[in-house]
């Protein structure tokens, strides 16, 4: 769906756009940092999600005729519109690996280009950063919990609008096995399934007539949606009389779905009354606001589902409406630039960086992160970026460097994965990661610090600012 055109903006952007070029900076170099400040759902990781989509919008991004024409009648001069008829991002962008695990106030993200292209690609960019980082971070939390059950994403109806289409890619890279989103589907090659609704039971006068005709229609991955009247005395019998009907026929019906009551006591009981019906093979699937909690709970009452059905809470973040991911200038025209602010963990970090993750010698990731400048290969003793006088010696571990070239000269460099390739690399990255921080209640805190350099080109800046004032 990649029908985005360069007005998918804030009307600020191309504002400065507009005097950037009226004064002859627009050619001026820019580098831009994107990360986020908290980490959502109170845990100790998010997972980075977004990146294949974003570098390919930003690849194609141009203004259409149409644009122009709209650009126009909003007041933008002719000879700004003549440039911006042959925009084009030809930028170099560094970044994290799609689907590794990440960190707050660490950049995730650089981006380095002349201002006009940097501020045009922004929104663009935290609308889909922030919202796949968002959704990807919370199916990686249920992942985490269902083990090796059958996770399907049925969020679309309860998304914000659109929404659903990203969400239903960056669930993949979370760990979801399938969605119920067509377009979706078939966009980014992710399985998709389905069962049937409440709807089309009611349409019958009888439940076992439905199911019949569902059977005969739709034999293959044929799924009974059970508790329309009453589970366990009319919909698992019904089931259980055309699952037979079926085995008479050489088919097989895929499983039956549970979407309310007491799911752990139904899903025991109905599985009681398919094995002894001898099907065995037929699954236990569950729906009604399931999220990671829930779905934990289940499993420790040993309710025997196999496939679980997340929609709004999956979808919608909750409960955090955003990641509150950001995009902050770092270095302009030969010069390292800082935001100041009263708040000391909303200064920025300037210049041009690198991130490294700090590993033991088996490999294992000891929790921390350190950011240097971006020539700097090694960093032998991180600081706390605002208490300086906790560090931590790095000399005797690995270090990784995390930002790789991804775009140069706005071409895409790395190559293509599939979104199992995406999900399974998350799987490695959170394996490396200890235990401590992917529990829910009070993980254990990353640790970020900077590099003995950085920090004195940061407290320069601060220093030449206060020295300004005085
Ligand atoms: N055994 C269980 N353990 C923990 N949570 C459960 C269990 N069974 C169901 N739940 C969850 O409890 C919540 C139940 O909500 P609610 O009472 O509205 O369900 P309901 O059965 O659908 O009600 P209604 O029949 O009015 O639709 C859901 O989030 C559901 O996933
Ligand atoms: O609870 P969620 O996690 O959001 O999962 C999606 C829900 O959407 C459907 O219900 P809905 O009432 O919309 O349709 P239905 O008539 O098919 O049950 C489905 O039966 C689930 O209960
Ligand atoms: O296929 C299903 O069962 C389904 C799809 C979307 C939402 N709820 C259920």
Not at 137 to 144: E, F, G, H, Q
Request: charged share 25%; aromatic share 10%.
């Amino acid at each position: 769906m990649n029908n985005f055109t360069a007005t998918y903006t804030d009307q600020y952007q191309l504002a400065m756009a507009e005097v950037y070029f009226k004064q002859g900076r627009h050619r001026e170099k820019a580098v831009f940092d994107y990360f986020f400040r908290d980490l959502p759902f109170s845990g100790g990781f998010a997972v980075f999600a977004g990146l294949e989509e974003v570098l390919e919008i930003i690849r194609d991004l141009h203004f259409s005729k149409e644009d122009l024409e709209y650009l126009s009648d909003q007041g933008f001069s002719d000879d700004f519109l003549k440039f911006l008829k042959d925009f084009r991002f030809r930028g170099t962008i560094y970044s994290c690996k799609e689907g590794d695990v990440v960190f707050p106030t660490r950049p995730i993200l650089q981006v380095e280009a002349s201002i006009i292209e940097a501020q045009i690609i922004e929104t663009l960019l935290l609308n889909i950063l922030n919202y796949e980082t968002l959704i990807a971070t919370k199916a990686s939390r249920i992942r985490l919990v269902a083990g090796d059950g059958i996770l399907l994403d049925f969020g679309m109806r309860r998304a914000q609008a659109t929404g659903a289409y990203f969400g239903s890619r960056a669930a993949m890279v979370g760990g979801f096995d399938g969605t119920s989103n067509v377009i979706a589907g078939r966009n980014y090659e992710i399985p998709v399934s389905g069962t049937m609704a409440h709807s089309f039971i009611q349409s019958y006068d009888d439940e076992l007539k439905a199911f019949r005709d569902f059977a005969q229609g739709r034999p293959e991955g044929c799924v009974f949606l059970v508790d329309t009247y009453n589970t366990l005395k009319s919909g698992v019998p019904n089931a259980i009389k055309v699952a037979k009907e079926m085995e008479a026929r050489g088919q097989k019906l895929l499983a039956i779905r549970l979407d309310s009551g007491d799911l752990a006591y139904l899903a025991k009981k109905s599985r009681q009354l398919l094995d002894d019906a001898g099907l065995e093979y037929v699954k236990i699937a569950a729906s009604n606001q399931l999220d990671e909690y829930v779905i934990k709970s289940l499993l420790e009452q040993q309710a025997p589902i196999d496939i679980f059905g997340v929609g709004t809470n999956l979808i919608t973040g909750d409960p955090d409406a955003a990641l509150d991911g950001v995009y902050k200038l770092a270095w302009f025209n030969g010069k390292p630039r800082i935001k100041i602010s009263e708040s000391i963990i909303k200064v920025t970090l300037p210049h041009k960086k690198q991130v490294f993750r700090i590993k033991d010698a088996s490999g294992k990731c000891v929790g921390a992160d350190a950011i240097g400048l971006y020539h700097e290969d090694r960093i032998d003793e991180m600081y706390h970026p605002f208490e300086p006088y906790k560090s931590m010696k790095l000399s005797e571990f690995r270090q990784e460097a995390l930002l790789n070239k991804v775009m140069e000269n706005g071409k895409i460099l790395q190559e293509h994965r599939s979104l199992s390739q995406i999900a399974e690399y998350s799987v490695s990255r959170l394996s490396e990661l200890p235990i401590e921080y992917k529990r829910f209640n009070n993980p254990h805190i990353y640790k970020i610090g900077i590099s003995e350099t950085l920090r004195q080109e940061r407290d320069k800046l601060i220093h030449n600012y206060k020295q300004s004032l005085s």
